[in-house]
């Protein structure tokens, strides 16, 4: 599938590229420059010197008049400065049929780490957009502390160049694509051995703009259009750049201003089929340039526009289509009669229906349907055939109505099994029924234009480059036009599996052609994700791979299965990816994985595939299930690897509910991953397929009940013990009880800051969004506290969330003020708390003592907690410091417990036992239940065999309490107490709150509460 050039050994010290700045004058070029650029239209941007920075692809789309084939010379310069791992670069020419004329890979430099002083942003746009607003707003000067811009993004040209030279074959006059993906660190030239007309397209990112590349572009306008919509975002003040667009008459319809970071325009043209003028202008390095609801190709000049408009193609119809194989489909579609949709078939024979039969299922799994499923099935297709719509006058032309929302793929279920009580087996008028469908989905399917944006704001089926209303929306960043280059979860191509279903009956009822142009489809979105970085959402990763394996099964291409490997191998090699935060914290020194940093994408050091730079139960164990299909396919050993290093860590960070080893992993376990309402469904299942879980380091443990264990779960071994995974998660056992503390990456604030103020054609970003995925507030907490407290023969006693503040062992308050002038829905912006910060954390292994320390943004006040882990007991102390006047409406020590069948007993000033608090409401559902401050010295939280932990405090305090929170029935419930603490102080006060956690196996009695409380040596 691929060819390769060798890899050119290069220099990594920065005094060489100093030397190499020195020996080249500043703006002055060695490259050749080809006698015909400049005097045949189109060739402006060709040449070695004429450099083109990927945000990750790189379209060039040139218009051959010839088609007799032409060598092309490619070279790549690394500023290895921005993303680190190794990463190759991808070419990838497809010619005028929709075909793959050469498919190369140019292997990384070597250099997998540059000088993180010149690491001033991040290769992700709107990480990026929130990362320099952030620091605009609070780091000295707006700019990241101890951050510069590297001197290379003025001058790439005197980095060191590689070269590709690839011979394209002749295939026929058109337009040819020449994908190039890359990396934000890569500049590209290209240059072909005869002038050919050529124009640029960024992909499904934005095009960054180097110096006056665009004083003058062209852009073509297809006569679908609707608005366009244009964005150009900066990188450092002062803002400067600007963008006019001008129609086809010369008349100046839209301007930018560049007031803050983002300066747009939306105009509507009065046609289409046009050209227009795109004039950008700015005096910094560059700046990106997103345009939505056209294609983004732009070109040197006004014939050139004409030449490739656009890289589409509008037909009689007036459809815009941007591929040879959707033509092909398209006329397919446009030959058929109604008469190719008439059935005549007898009726099904129920009583010949086996007890079951078994379907290729969606994303690779088995669907096995019983007799009475299958009588049901056959029962369905009159109905499922009356809805769809044949009309081809109508807009929903092969649509079926909302009734039958999945009828093609059950169509394509009967027309694929084979068997005698089955009349419509291998059935030429299904077979074209549900392509007739399926190519709503392949004429969008499209690796050169995200044709649809999903999730953007202007609706869910919005597209980037195809005709879209946009409708900016203050607040609201994603309304605006712009580009991301977000991978989608695959499901893009899940329509695939009606081709899986059909295989073996399509020749019989579509022409040849079509069938190859509906295969082609599939293989060309595969193209476009042969060399996709996903990152920050690993769990798109994953998806998309199983997505590659169910085109696989359709296409039987076996370069798939090639990629499939090769994609495996990388998001399964631990920290080959990097580190996504530009910034230093106390923890990222720690990790065994990472470039110099730890790692926060791919596999971290602990073991588990990122969410948010976080470990998130629901994303890694989908990751799992998914690669647990492609391990099937594959048996690649890195997965295995992988799922030994992680399911230590899942093993150790789950609990038992009732303190006994679990029936059922997923009813009867916990972990502090489950207090979000998505979570709970995937943190608690395994994905493990059952011939690998043998393999795998507590694998068998969760097949619940099945077999005899070979070790015990974590929380449950004998005696004592104190592990530590990377740095990041503390793990303590004595026979009294196991905890967990955590002390590793914490979702730094820049990442939810994401509110943006839009108005007067500007946007810039103004305050923080709420964390999403069930969690409240402005980020997941991550706490560094107590995450739980387990003990034998009951399970858990203290539990809290990484979610949520209110359920995690930290301490949070309000202000009298909001923090930012805007924020998101579920956003409190009055509130601080030390969960929202980055602390340092230090952990003494034999010592057994844990120490966290900080200071809370947004407020003066910074705080120590020591956690000291004896035989019995752990011991609690937390100081707080004013580090200036300090002013809050209140502030609280936040002490969460696990609230599912427990009994709270409490003691009052004198440690006497003062009755029982009602912790969970009539119908255990967390309603109705009495929220008043609860004054105590002392509670006990056991089962009803009396096991459990008292939390005993220095003195009595009244407590305010939190409503039960439990997402669903089947998951955890928790509450907590929160301590008040002083909320006014004069700087360099300082308050001490201390608290003893004793875990016990019987039922403690108020005397032996008080001996707890008085044994000052433990």
Excluded at 199 to 208: C, I, N, Q, S, T
Aim: charged share 20%.
């Amino acid at each position: 599938m691929f060819g390769n050039h060798a890899t050119i050994p290069l220099a990594s010290t920065v005094a060489l590229l100093a030397a190499l700045q020195l020996s080249v004058p500043n703006g002055a070029c060695a490259e050749t420059v080809p006698e015909w650029r400049g005097q045949v239209p189109g060739t402006a941007y060709l040449g070695r010197d004429v450099l083109w920075r990927p945000r990750e692809w790189l379209i060039f789309h040139m218009q051959d008049q010839k088609g007799t084939g032409f060598r092309l010379n490619i070279t790549v310069r690394d500023m290895n400065v921005y993303m680190q791992g190794p990463r190759p670069v991808l070419v990838w020419i497809v010619g005028p049929r929709s075909n793959t004329l050469v498919r190369e890979i140019l292997p990384d430099d070597g250099i997998v780490s540059g000088n993180e002083r010149y690491r001033d942003g991040i290769y992700d746009e709107f990480a990026d957009f929130r990362y320099r607003e952030w620091h605009r707003l609070h780091s000295p000067g707006g700019y990241p502390p101890g951050k510069a811009r590297s001197p290379l993004l003025d001058s790439p040209e005197v980095l060191p160049a590689r070269e590709m030279n690839v011979q394209v074959p002749a295939a026929g006059k058109g337009l040819y694509r020449v994908v190039i993906i890359a990396s934000w660190d890569h500049w590209i030239s290209i240059t072909p051995d005869r002038p050919i007309a050529t124009g640029v397209h960024p992909g499904p990112g934005p095009l960054y703009v180097h110096g006056d590349r665009f004083r003058d572009a062209y852009l073509y306008v297809p006569p679908n259009v609707q608005d366009i919509g244009i964005s150009i975002t900066e990188e450092i003040q002062p803002f400067n750049w600007r963008v006019q667009l001008q129609d086809e008459n010369g008349k100046v319809v839209g301007r930018t201003h560049p007031r803050t970071f983002l300066s747009y325009l939306v105009h509507t043209p009065e046609q289409g089929d046009v050209i227009y003028r795109l004039r950008v202008r700015g005096d910094t390095a560059g700046a990106c340039l997103h345009i939505r609801g056209v294609p983004e190709v732009l070109c040197p000049d006004r014939a050139s526009a004409e030449l490739v408009r656009g890289g589409c193609e509008v037909d009689e119809k007036g459809r815009v289509t941007f591929h040879q194989v959707q033509r092909v489909l398209n006329a397919w579609a446009d030959s058929l009669r109604p008469e190719d949709f008439v059935l005549d078939v007898p009726a099904p024979n129920y009583d010949e229906l086996p007890e079951q039969a078994e379907f290729v299922g969606g994303r690779l799994r088995p669907a096995r349907r019983s007799r009475e499923e299958l009588r049901k099935l056959l029962e369905s297709i009159p109905e499922i055939l009356a809805s769809q719509d044949l009309d081809p006058t109508s807009p929903m032309y092969g649509r079926f109505s909302e009734s039958s929302p999945g009828g093609a793929g059950q169509l394509a279920q009967v027309v694929g099994w084979n068997h005698p009580a089955n009349p419509y087996y291998g059935h030429a008028a299904l077979v074209r029924r549900v392509l007739l469908l399926r190519l709503y989905d392949l004429r969008k399917l499209s690796p050169f234009f995200w044709y649809i944006a999903a999730g953007a704001r202007t609706g869910s089926s919005a597209p980037y480059d195809g005709p879209a209303t946009i409708a900016p929306q203050d607040g609201d960043l994603l309304s605006l036009p712009l580009r991301s280059g977000w991978y989608s979860l695959g499901k893009g191509s899940r329509h695939s599996l009606s081709g899986v279903l059909m295989k073996d009956v399509l020749a019989g009822a579509l022409p040849e052609e079509v069938i190859a142009a509906w295969k082609q489809c599939l293989d060309l979105w595969i193209g476009g994700r042969s060399m996709m970085h996903c990152g920050e959402v690993m769990n798109q990763w994953a998806y998309s791979l199983v997505y590659f394996l169910q085109v696989y099964q359709f296409t039987e291409n076996p370069d798939i299965l090639q990629l499939v490997r090769e994609h495996s191998l990388r998001m399964t090699t631990p920290g080959t990816m990097g580190r996504l935060s530009p910034d230093a914290t106390p923890y990222s020194g720690k990790s065994s994985v990472g470039y110099g940093r730890a790692a926060d994408l791919g596999i971290t050091g602990a073991g588990y595939l990122p969410e948010a730079m976080g470990f998130d139960g629901e994303y890694t164990i989908e990751q799992v299930v998914n690669m647990g299909k492609v391990w099937r396919e594959i048996q690649e050993p890195s997965i295995v690897d992988w799922w030994n290093k992680f399911y230590y860590l899942k093993t150790h960070v789950t609990l038992p509910k009732r303190g006994v080893f679990p029936t059922s992993t997923f009813n009867d376990t916990c972990s502090p991953t489950d207090f979000n309402f998505r979570t709970r469904h995937y943190t608690h299942k395994t994905g493990l397929p059952d011939e690998a879980r043998d393999l795998v380091v507590y694998g068998d443990l969760w097949r619940g009940s099945e077999g005899e264990p070979k070790r015990p779960w974590p929380c449950l071994e004998e005696g004592s013990f104190t592990r530590v995974i990377d740095n990041m998660f503390f793990l303590i056992k004595t026979p009294a009880y196991y905890s967990i503390c955590y002390g590793g990456h914490v979702n730094p604030d820049w990442s939810n800051f994401n509110v943006a103020e839009v108005a007067d054609g500007s946007a810039q970003l103004v305050g923080y969004t709420g964390q999403g995925y069930g969690g409240n507030q402005r980020k997941a907490a991550k706490p560094g506290g107590l995450s739980a407290v387990f003990v034998p023969e009951c399970g858990p006693t203290i539990l809290g969330s990484n979610s949520d503040i209110w359920y995690s062992n930290v301490i949070w308050g309000r202000r009298h003020t909001p923090i930012c002038p805007k924020w998101g829905d579920n956003v409190d912006p009055t509130i601080v708390s030390s969960g929202f910060t980055t602390p340092h954390v230090t952990f003494d292994q034999e010592g057994r003592v844990y120490r966290k320390t900080g200071k809370l943004t947004y407020a003066p006040l910074a705080y120590t907690r020591t956690i000291s882990f004896r035989d019995d007991r752990i011991v609690v102390n937390l100081e707080i410091v004013a580090t200036d006047d300090l002013d809050l409406a209140e502030l609280y020590e936040c002490i969460p417990y696990f609230a599912d069948n427990r009994t709270v007993r409490i003691f009052d000033a004198e440690l006497r036992e003062g009755g029982e608090l009602e912790i969970m409401g009539p119908q255990g559902n967390g309603q109705d239940v009495n929220m008043d401050p609860v004054i105590f010295r002392a509670f006990d939280l056991s089962t009803a065999s009396g096991a459990g932990s008292t939390v005993i405090f220095d003195r009595e305090y009244t407590f305010d309490q939190t409503e039960p929170l439990r997402y669903r029935s089947v998951a955890s419930a928790t509450r907590s107490f929160n301590l008040p603490l002083p909320h006014q102080m004069k700087a360099g006060q300082r308050h001490e709150v201390s608290y003893i956690i004793y875990s016990h196996a019987q039922p403690v009695s108020a005397e032996q509460v008080r001996r707890v409380a008085a044994d000052k040596g433990n």
